[in-house]
């Protein structure tokens, strides 16, 4: 699979990677063998970036992870993520012992000495511009607890104030055929910069595969189910943030203009060719949806035709839900 420079990370990454929130808990039940089955169909695929989080499962993700990876001699890159353990959710939280407390966790949960990056993880928007944050993270690289860290971030001007802070190695921002504004000034501004970008929900949690229709229904503890209107977090994290029915209608439309190509690669190879983007990390919950999004690094570049159509379609039925708000 093709590699690609993470920023200033110093590393190659594919440009299909595997995000493990649903490893670790939100997208109903993941059974321990059948996460185990996904990480190895993963890295077997040749995905060389496994993307998680400290509070996937209250940390059984990065678990998940570890056990997968202790017959392998080569290991893939592991992007964790930090700081939606603050309780209360507050900026006054992140504080170099928390911030510390937070990385030590995530290592013993991953068996390293040293996280190959640690994302603040959508904190409050205060943080990204408070130096003393960045301070404590340098000091942490410093003292090789990790090897780089970035931000992920809900907002495109929360990732322009990342930007201004130049330890930050890597970016990680909503992107998909629905959520085009990072386009604009995000992403070229952190090409400029040597930042990484890591798009996440590629599939607008799921309504991008182009398998749901308005009677599609979730568990209970799903969180396609309970954040529809932003109950628990960001309802940007969740359908993109588009409306259900109204992301069902235009997904429609979205496979159509794919064709003969799988809905849900073909939209992953949206985001693969975007300028900037270094790696797509769509979630999977089988191995059968991990080669499906393998796929997407084989398929050539979407012609202009076609991405004319899917910019019709952003315009007339998406633009109004999401654009000015993230």
Not at 149 to 161: F, K, M, P, Q, R
Not at 207 to 213: E, V
Request: charged letters at 25%; one cysteine or more; proline letters at 6%.
């Amino acid at each position: 699979m093709e590699q690609r420079p993470l920023g200033r990370t110093g590393a190659d990454v594919s440009v299909v990677g595997l995000g493990t929130w649903q490893l670790g808990g939100d997208w109903g039940d993941v059974d321990e063998d059948a996460a185990a089955d996904v990480l190895d169909a993963a890295l077997e695929a040749g995905v060389t970036l496994l993307d998680t989080a400290d509070v996937y499962g209250d940390g059984r993700s990065e678990e998940r992870i570890r056990r997968a990876l202790v017959a392998r001699s080569e290991r893939p890159f592991v992007a964790t993520k930090a700081g939606r353990r603050a309780d209360p959710f507050e900026a006054e939280q992140y504080t170099p012992e928390n911030l510390r407390a937070w990385v030590d966790r995530s290592r013993r949960n991953l068996g390293v000495e040293t996280l190959d990056l640690v994302q603040l993880h959508c904190p409050p928007p205060a943080v990204y511009s408070d130096e003393r944050v960045y301070d404590a993270l340098d000091a942490m690289v410093a003292d090789g607890a990790i090897a780089a860290y970035g931000v992920s971030v809900e907002t495109v001007a929360e990732g322009l104030t990342a930007l201004q802070h130049p330890g930050v190695a890597t970016i990680q921002v909503i992107l998909n055929i629905f959520r085009r504004k990072p386009l604009e000034e995000l992403l070229p501004a952190a090409a400029k910069a040597g930042v990484g970008i890591l798009a996440r929900v590629p599939l607008a949690s799921g309504l991008l595969t182009g398998k749901y229709d308005e009677s599609t229904t979730f568990a209970p503890d799903d969180h396609r189910n309970f954040n529809r209107h932003g109950e628990a977090f960001d309802v940007g994290e969740t359908f993109a943030g588009v409306p259900f029915e109204v992301g069902v209608a235009a997904a429609r439309e979205v496979a159509a203009i794919a064709g003969d190509a799988p809905t849900a690669a073909f939209a992953l190879r949206w985001v693969i060719d975007q300028p900037g983007v270094t790696t797509v990390i769509p979630g999977a919950r089988t191995v059968d949806q991990v080669r499906g999004n393998v796929a997407a690094a084989a398929l050539p570049r979407l012609p202009d035709s076609q991405l004319a159509d899917l910019e019709r379609v952003y315009d007339e039925r998406i633009r109004a839900h999401v654009h000015d708000r993230w």
